[in-house]
């Protein structure tokens, strides 16, 4: 019903960008929140940034927080991560969520699609 679909990873060298891209299709909430996610190896599954459906509500992981930016596009069903100054421990699958309300949560729990993620590698 739903599709969630992440675009934009690959490999970059320390200090680099990268834009992450997701687009969303399919019937889903009315309005809805968006959040990216990561999960590197050894490591739990963390929140990254958030961003309600208005687009007036962000949050981020204090580790990103000033690196890396969220926005959307509403008419495009499609929200961004730009990521700055990447580091080598920003090394992770980054999966695109859908959250049911149309806040910025951060916790799992109230995000009910998700993508398949995709993996950006940070070398140093």
């Known amino acids: 019903q739903v599709q969630v679909v992440e675009s934009g990873g690959g490999l970059v060298q320390a200090g680099g960008s990268l834009r992450l891209s997701c687009a969303t299709s399919?019937?889903?909430?009315?309005?809805?929140?968006m959040g990216w996610f990561r999960q590197a190896p050894g490591k739990a599954r963390e929140f990254v940034a958030g961003?309600?459906?208005?687009?007036?509500?962000?949050y981020y992981e204090d580790s990103v927080k000033g690196r890396f930016t969220i926005s959307r596009d509403t008419a495009k069903n499609t929200v961004y991560l730009l990521m700055n100054s990447l580091k080598p421990e920003d090394t992770a699958v980054y999966s695109c969520?859908?959250?049911?309300?149309?806040?910025?949560?951060?916790?799992?729990?109230?995000?009910?699609?998700w993508g398949q993620g995709t993996r950006v590698t940070v070398s140093s």
């Open positions: 969520a859908v959250s049911r309300l149309a806040t910025a949560p951060t916790t799992t729990v109230l995000y009910d699609y």
């Open positions: 399919g019937r889903t909430f009315s309005r809805f929140g």
């Open positions: 961003i309600s459906w208005s687009g007036e509500i962000t």
